[in-house]
């Protein structure tokens, strides 16, 4: 049924492309410049030594989307995202119900893939980058078939669900700088196994990492939808978590509506990169630490 679902969802987002796969303000977009693009495209070239986050330039609301823009973007939405999260954004559209993972309320401004600190908005960039990877073993697909200038459209209008975008207080927004980034070694490894027993991690996400500790079973977010722990021994668990890099992202900004926390306050920098090289290693390698493997420990119920 999920499966059938997930495909349902994304044949009615892909649904309206074809007749709008031309249209003219795609090359003429004012908020699609050279520098959106080159972000934008990153994943897809593997070449990330220049690129910046333009929403690391965001530290006021901007000028609100013309009416043209806002326009596109809403018979983009209706097109494509409305029978998940509703016409109006609040999550109910038609599909909503049969998803194992609900659709996210637009109109609470709480989102998980972020690159600010928790509890903060995300940025523009970090919305596109959403739209346009999808949420990985969920029903949000990528929309990469949709025009840039359409997405950067729908950007702008899923913002005028919330009215947290236009609050001054609300800024300015605090992105993640990522620092100087540890590279994984055996070291590193046996750091990050003894920070994620000492950090609590396998409450949640159980001593192998298999998403089963004593806390699995009673978790929920913040709109009340029950909620699993990710089982970060499977790559296809990950909702958004493509490399150690992003495991890094989501130790230092939490993930804004869920019990995982920012770890920004009480794990160093250099922690936070060890643990996450520990994290990112469980769905490919089995884990020792001093010649014991991950397994033992569990057995034994050495919880060091």
């Not at 869920?258 to 009480?266: A, H, N, R, V």
């Amino acid at each position: 049924m999920y499966i059938q679902t997930l495909t349902v969802a994304a044949a009615i987002g892909l649904s309206g492309l074809a007749w709008i796969a031309h249209d003219p303000l795609s090359a003429h977009d004012p908020i699609l410049n050279a520098s959106s693009i080159m972000v934008a495209d990153r994943s897809a070239t593997g070449n990330g030594s220049s690129y910046t986050d333009p929403g690391a330039k965001i530290i006021a609301p901007e000028q609100p989307a013309s009416r043209e823009i806002l326009a596109r973007g809403r018979k983009m939405f209706l097109v494509s995202c409305a029978p998940c999260h509703g016409a109006d954004g609040s999550g109910s559209g038609p599909i909503a119900v049969n998803l194992l993972s609900k659709p996210r309320d637009l109109t609470r401004g709480i989102y998980m893939n972020r690159s600010t600190a928790s509890g903060q908005l995300p940025t523009d960039y970090d919305l596109y980058r959403t739209i346009t990877t999808g949420l990985h073993n969920t029903a949000m697909p990528a929309f990469r078939q949709m025009a840039p200038g359409d997405r950067w459209a729908v950007v702008q209008y899923i913002k005028t669900f919330s009215a947290r975008f236009n609050d001054t207080t609300e800024y300015p927004l605090d992105v993640l700088n990522v620092g100087t980034e540890v590279l994984p070694s055996p070291q590193s490894l046996a750091t990050g196994r003894n920070l994620y027993l000492q950090s609590q991690c396998a409450t949640c996400h159980g001593l192998r990492g298999q998403g089963d500790g004593p806390a699995a079973g009673t978790l929920t977010d913040d709109f009340g939808n029950r909620i699993w722990p990710t089982d970060l021994t499977n790559a296809s668990a990950f909702k958004f978590g493509r490399s150690n890099l992003d495991i890094f992202r989501i130790f230092s900004t939490g993930l804004n509506g869920t019990p995982m926390p920012s770890f920004e306050q009480t794990l160093s920098e250099t922690d936070r990169w060890h643990l996450a090289n520990y994290v990112w290693s469980l769905q490919n390698t089995d884990q020792y630490v001093d010649g014991v493997a991950a397994d033992s420990l569990a057995e034994s119920g050495d919880h060091r």
